[in-house]
C-alpha cells in the first residue's frame, strides 16, 4: 500500500487513470466495442450473403 | 435511510439491505448448483459406456437442465451476490435501490424456475443454445428472458451504488482493484443480456407462432454475443475473486495497480469479440471477420488473463516475503495455508484454469486449429477447465470466507472442508482431461450413444475412446462427491452452524480491510518464484500449441 496517497495530490490526473475512474465511459466502451466489430460487422456480412434463386 | 451493522470480523460497515441481498443469492446460487451438478453427473454416467444410465430422452433433457441450471443460474447468482459485496461494502457504501436489487432477486428466481419446469415437462430438450430451428415451449425462452431482464437490474444496482459511493466519497482515490473486477464483470453482463434480449425475444415470438423463421446463421452470430460473453463475465468475476482472496488471506496488494487494471481494461475492450470463435467453422462469415475477432482481438484479451495469472501469485509471493518466507525460490508457496480450503481453492483454480482452460481456449479459439476439436468432447473438456476448475472453484474457495464471516457462524464440517477443494478441482481436472482425450480421438459431444446400437450407420470409435469416456466417468463420481461436500457445508453451516467465537475468528482473518478496500500497489517486483512459475507455463503453452499444429497436418494426408 505503499503508494496509496500518489493516486491524489500533485499535478493533473494521468489521462489513462482518468479513463479507469470512469465507470460510465468504460461501460459505454465495452458494449459500443463489441456490438460494432463483432454484432454489426457479422450481420453486415451474413445479410451480404446471396439468397438462393 | 439505509442501516448498518459492524462485522467483528473485518470491522466492515454492512448496509443491511446488501447483507440480506447477499445471502439470499448466494444460497439461492448453492441450491441451484447442486441442481445442476445432478444434472451433470446423470450426463456423465450416461455417457460412460458401460453404464449408460439414461435413455436418449431423458439424457437431452438432462444436458439441457444441466447447462442451464450450473452455467447460467449459479454462476450468475453467485455473481449478483459478489456485485453487491465488492460495491456496498468494499466500498464502505449503502447499497443503491435496495427495491430494485429485490425485484433482481425475484425475477431471476420466477425465471429459473420457469425455464426448468418448461426443460423437465420434456417439450424443450433444445440444449442451453437453443440453436434454432430446434424449437423449444415459449415458457423456455420467456424464463430466460425473464432471468435476464433480473441480472441486468442487478447491474444497475451495481453502477448506481458506485455512482453514490463517489458522490459520497465513501472511498479514496480510486475504486480498490477488487471492485474494479467487478465493474469489469458488470459491464460485460451488460452487454451479454442486452445481446440476450436481441436474439431471444423474437425467439420466443417465433416459438409463438408470430415469426415465421429466424435465420440459423443470425441466431448463432447473436446468440453467442450472449453466450461467449456471459463466460467472460464469469472469468472477469473469478479473477476479482482471486484479488479478493490474496487480499483477505495474506493482505496482499497487486503487485502494480495499473497492470492489473490495464489487463482489465483489456477484458473491456476484447473479451466479448471473442465470441466469434464459436462459429469458426461456420460458412457465410468471412476469414476477416473471423480471424480479426478471435486471433487479433482474443489475444489480447489473453495476455490480459496471463498478465492476472502473473501478478496475483506474485501479489501472496510478494506479502509472503514481507512476513518473512524468504527462503529460496519457493518458501512463500510451502508455507501457505494449504489445509485452508480459501487458499487450497483459490490456488487450484488459478494453476489449473491457467494449464487446462487457458491454454486449450487458446488452441481453439485459433481459426485453423479449431476444426480439430469443434462439437467434439474436447469442447466440454476445455470448457470444464474454465468455467469448473476455474469459475466454480473460484467461487467455492470465496464462499469459504464469505458465508462464515457473513452470517457469523462456524463452518459445518472443517474437516471436510480441507479436502474438499483438492477432490473436486481434481476430479474436475481430470474429467476435464478425459473429456479433451475423448475429443482428440474424435468423440462428438451431445451424443447420447457413441455405439450407434440402434442406427443404420455406425462409425466404429478406437477402444481408447471408450476407455476416456468410462474414465471421464469415474473422475466426475469424484468431482460430484467434491460438489457434495462443498454443498453439505454450505447448507449445514448457514442453517445449523454454531455461532461464531468472536476471538478464534479474529485470528483467522488478519486485517482483510487493508488491502481488499484500497487502491495501491505492494511496491516491489521481486517475486522471482511466480516468474519460475510463469516460465514453466509459458512453455507448456508454447509447446501444446506447436503439437496441435503438428496433429492438424496429419489430419489430411496430402499424397
Ligand atoms: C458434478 C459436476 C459436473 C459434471 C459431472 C459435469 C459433466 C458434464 C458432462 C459429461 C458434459 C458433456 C455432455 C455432452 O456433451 O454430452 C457436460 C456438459 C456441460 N457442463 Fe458440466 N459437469 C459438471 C459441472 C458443471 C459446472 C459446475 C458447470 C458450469 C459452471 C458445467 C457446465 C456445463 C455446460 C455448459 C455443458 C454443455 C451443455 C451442452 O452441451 O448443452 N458443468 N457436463
Ligand atoms: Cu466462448
Known sequence: MSDHKSTQGEGPVPLMQQLLDSPFLLLIIGVGMPTVIYIIWGIMEIVAIPVAP | MAQFRTCPDTGFAIDLN?????????????VFLLVGGLFGLAVALTRWPAVHLLGADDFYLALTAHGFDVLLVWCIYFEMALLYFTSSILLKSRLALPKIAWAQYILMLVGAIMTNVAVLRGDSSVMFTSYVPMMAAPDFYLGIILFAVGALLGCVVFFATLYIAKRDNTY??????????????AIIAVFTILSGAVILVPTLFWSMGFIGSIDGLMYRVVWWAMGHSSQQVNVAAQIACWYAIAAILFNASPLSEKVSRTAFLFYILFLQLASAHHLLVDPG?????KIFNTSYAMYLAVLGSMIHGLTVPGAVEAAQRKRGFNKGLFEWLRKAPWGNPVFSGFALSLVLFGFLGGITGVMMGTEQLNIITHNTMYTPGHFHGTVVVGTTLAFMAMSYWLVPTLWQKELM???LAKW???LFGLGMGLASVFMMGAGTLGVPRRHWDISFADAAMVHEFPAAAYMMMGLNGIAALIGGVGGAIFILNMVGTVFFGKAKQPKA?????????????TYGSAGTMAVPGTFVLALVFLTAFVLYYFVNWKYLSDVWGLS
Open chain 2, 505 to 517: 475468528a479474529a485470528a483467522e482473518v488478519p486485517n482483510i480491510g487493508g488491502a481488499a478496500t
Open chain 2, 420 to 422: 474438499q477443494p483438492y
Open chain 2, 18 to 30: 446488501a447483507d440480506k441481498l447477499i445471502k439470499w443469492n448466494a444460497v439461492t446460487a448453492v
Open chain 2, 285 to 289: 462469415l468471412s476469414s476477416e471477420w
Open chain 2, 413 to 415: 464440517f472443517p474437516g
Open chain 2, 172 to 185: 479514496e482515490g480510486s475504486m480498490p482493484l477488487v471492485t474494479f473486477g467487478a465493474m469489469t464483470a
